[in-house]
């Protein structure tokens, strides 16, 4: 079972650089997500999809793009990175369901994560 | 929009107990919790859904109370396997799509 797989695990950019966070998972899930966790700030959402081609922005999505051409995948594009972008990388994906007039997300099954410098 | 957790920190001996607590100030459709270990991925817990529903771990206990928007999660006769971070995640609507937001983190050190 391969779950949500990201890649890379590690990564070390120049400023300015542009790379992209791949994450690719095999549940069918119509979820997914992007996090990304700094030291005393938890887990902060980037950007989410709740379907193929349907993305919407979190907290924190300026310097990062996303696109959802397939319900498996749904790459992190950083377009010109910065040192404030340094931290940890999460990826999730969940099943959702209609809950009266809203969308429910479930459980979130998180890749193993990918850790980035920005020097 | 991240939701409080409280408190940061705590330090238990195997055995004793502890409540984490969460609030928001948005009207919630659901809570989540996860533990995290250091060095490793969130691992889920429990949802606790507006109308009552819970889904998890038989062995977590928590609550959610949907008037005050705040949730608690309960660690009882806790163990050494007990120990790591502690997040809540919070599911609200904006504009026409739902968010999960997760707070800052509980520290929870369960010592011998």
């Known amino acids: 079972n391969a779950g949500v797989t990201q890649t890379p695990k590690f990564q070390v950019l120049k400023t300015g650089q542009s790379m992209t966070l791949q994450c690719a998972q095999d549940?069918?899930?119509?979820?997914m997500s992007w996090y990304r966790q700094d030291p005393g700030m938890g887990l902060r959402l980037i950007h989410y999809?709740?379907?193929?081609?349907?993305?919407d922005q979190g907290e924190v999505p300026n310097g990062y793009n996303v696109s959802r051409s397939t319900t498996e995948d749904f790459p992190l594009r950083l377009l010109s990175a910065a040192p404030s972008q340094t931290s940890v990388y999460f990826c999730?994906?969940?099943?959702?369901?209609?809950?009266?007039?809203?969308?429910?997300?479930?459980?979130?099954?998180f890749g193993e994560g990918s850790r980035l410098t920005v020097l | 929009q991240q939701p409080v957790q409280s408190p940061q920190a705590v330090i238990l001996r195997e055995g004793e107990d502890a409540v984490i607590n969460c609030s928001s100030s948005?009207?919630?459709?659901?809570v989540h919790w996860y533990r995290q270990k250091h060095g490793e991925a969130p691992v889920f817990l429990m949802i606790?859904?507006?109308?009552?529903e819970q889904k998890g771990h038989e062995k977590i206990s928590a609550s959610f109370n949907e008037k005050k928007q705040q949730s608690s999660l309960y660690l009882t006769a806790s163990q050494l396997s007990y120990s790591g971070t502690y997040f809540c995640?919070?599911?609200?609507?904006?504009?026409?799509?739902?968010?999960?937001?997760f707070g800052k983190g509980t520290k929870l050190t369960v010592n011998p």
């Open positions: 999730a994906s969940s099943y959702s369901w209609a809950s009266g007039r809203a969308l429910v997300t479930g459980e979130l099954f």
């Open positions: 549940m069918n899930h119509e979820y």
């Open positions: 999809s709740v379907g193929a081609g349907i993305t």
């Open positions: 948005k009207a919630l459709y659901s």
């Open positions: 606790l859904l507006k109308g009552g």
């Open positions: 995640g919070t599911e609200w609507k904006q504009g026409g799509s739902e968010k999960l937001v």
